[in-house]
T-cell receptor, first 114, second 112 residues
Framework: KQEVTQIPAALSVPEGENLVLNCSFT??????LQWFRQDPGKGLTSLLL?????REQTSGRLNASLDKSSGRSTLYIAASQPGDSATYLC?????????????FGQGTELSVKP | GAGVSQSPSNKVTEKGKDVELRCDPI?????LYWYRQSLGQGLEFLIY????????KSGLPSDRFSAERTGGSVSTLTIQRTQQEDSAVYLC??????????FGSGTRLTVV
């Protein structure tokens, strides 16, 4: 059974800092791994999706890496801004006979101070 | 449609009443998922539908919860005899064969 853990649960940084959010998963036979952002009271916005055959994906100031052998993914945010403040969720997708589903971590609540 | 649509956006109901939550997925997406997010908690998987296969109901917390997907498109999540612990945001997502998920804005359910 897949379990996903995110560390830290909360993070507060000054504007401009580079930061790393960590995600670990117990079952390395993943189909893909996806990072989401959730603003308070809102739904989820997809940030990056890494296929099992890939090692990283980049979008603007965001870079996500995937190491299946160690069961880890990181989300790197460069030059953080107050607008980056949100909860960041990682989710692992394992295939099963029906297609599979995403299993989420508890999230990291990020606060970027001006 | 352009995105995943959920209705209603907010629902307040009395304990013991039944509620229906609706999800309209992206056209052409084969898979549809329901998740629940309680206050301050992560996303809890409830149920998913993939094409014409039997749904994976392994996440439904009790037999008061059920869901159906009609015509491979719109889905309805039904909660019977609601309890206060059912209060949460119910999120729906769709994907094309598991590649990338798009979430709706959710239905905030409050049981009083």
């Amino acid at each position: 059974k897949q379990e996903v853990t995110q560390i830290p649960a909360a993070l507060s940084v000054p504007e401009g800092e580079n930061l790393v959010l960590n995600c670990s998963f117990t079952d390395s036979a993943i189909y893909n791994l996806q990072w989401f952002r959730q603003d308070p009271g809102k739904g989820l916005t997809s940030l990056l999706l890494i296929q099992s055959s890939q090692r990283e994906q980049t979008s603007g100031r965001l870079n996500a890496s995937l190491d299946k052998s160690s069961g880890r993914s990181t989300l790197y945010i460069a030059a953080s801004q107050p607008g980056d403040s949100a909860t960041y969720l990682c989710a692992a997708h394992n295939l099963d006979a029906q297609g599979g589903k995403l299993i989420f971590g508890q999230g990291t609540e990020l606060s970027v101070k001006p | 449609g352009a995105g995943v649509s959920q209705s209603p956006s907010n629902k307040v109901t009395e304990k013991g009443k039944d509620v229906e939550l609706r999800c309209d997925p992206i056209s052409g997406h084969t898979a549809l998922y329901w998740y629940r997010q309680s206050l301050g908690q992560g996303l809890e998987f409830l149920i998913y539908f993939q094409g014409n296969s039997a749904p994976d109901k392994s996440g439904l917390p009790s037999d008061r919860f059920s869901a159906e997907r009609t015509g491979g498109s719109v889905s309805t999540l039904t909660i019977q005899r609601t309890q206060q612990e059912d209060s949460a945001v119910y999120l729906c997502a769709s994907s094309f064969q598991g590649y990338g998920y798009t979430f709706g804005s959710g239905t905030r359910l409050t049981v009083v």
